[in-house]
T-cell receptor, first 114, second 112 residues
Framework: ETGVTQSPTHLIKTRGQQVTLRCSSQ?????VSWYQQALGQGPQFIFQ???????GRGNFPPRFSGLQFPNYSSELNVNALELDDSALYLC?????????????FGDGTRLSIL | GENVGLHLPTLSVQEGDNSIINCAYS??????FIWYKQESGKGPQFIID?????DKRQGQRVTVLLNKTVKHLSLQIAATQPGDSAVYFC???????????FGQGTRLTINP
């Protein structure tokens, strides 16, 4: 069974640039959620994708957007990068959106904004 | 509230002892809870979960206890090993919502 994989592992960008992060879900999982984890903090929910549509969103501005593909993989796009966007971005997959299904995380993409 | 809180930000235990990590949650509408372990440079790793219709669940060397009356969750790790050193997060899921709400985490350190 293949777990959640994310790419790239590290990325350095400058303010104002755009970035795309990628996630392959665990086999058998059809739901992908993205989280932002600042240093020393717990992960914060960005949004979730199910059946290629956004299925819930946290308190993040519209410059954070995403996609889900027919094979359930997903992308997180962030436009107009700001210094505060520096964080670990985590992708989690699960088998469904209802309660009782654990979300399994990848090892994240460490994004640094200069 | 948005964050699930933790009583202790750091916990240091002797190897072989039992560890207890506590968590307070604020939303009575939460119906599902998870404990994750996060090692340096890695993503959160699922440890154990529990639904709100249960008050105890056991796994391999771990037990989760849920007290809905006082909105308290705990993770017990038996015979703590050096490999248990990590940051532990509890997370809650509100019924009908998609997101997990995490606390800030507890760092568990094992003394030889």
């Amino acid at each position: 069974e293949t777990g959640v994989t994310q790419s790239p592992t590290h990325l350095i960008k400058t303010r104002g640039q755009q970035v795309t992060l990628r996630c392959s879900s665990q086999s058998g999982h059809n739901t992908v959620s993205w989280y932002q984890q600042a240093l020393g903090q717990g992960p914060q929910f960005i949004f979730q994708y199910y059946r290629e549509e956004e299925n819930g969103r946290g308190n993040f501005p519209p410059r954070f957007s995403g996609l889900q593909f027919p094979n359930y993989s997903s992308e997180l796009n962030v436009n107009a990068l700001e210094l505060d966007d520096s964080a670990l971005y985590l992708c989690a997959s699960s088998s469904g959106t209802g309660g009782g299904q654990p979300q399994h995380f990848g090892d994240g993409t460490r994004l640094s904004i200069l | 509230g948005e964050n699930v809180g933790l009583h202790l930000p750091t916990l240091s235990v002797q190897e072989g002892d039992n560890s207890i990590i506590n968590c307070a949650y604020s939303n009575s509408a939460s119906d599902y809870f998870i404990w994750y372990k996060q090692e340096s440079g890695k993503g959160p790793q699922f440890i154990i979960d529990i639904r709100s219709n249960m008050d105890k669940r056991q796994g391999q060397r771990v037990t989760v206890l849920l007290n809905k009356t006082v909105k308290h969750l705990s993770l017990q790790i038996a015979a703590t090993q050096p490999g248990d050193s990590a940051v532990y997060f509890c997370a809650e899921k509100i019924q009908g919502a998609q997101k997990l709400v995490f606390g800030q985490g507890t760092r568990l350190t094992i003394n030889p």
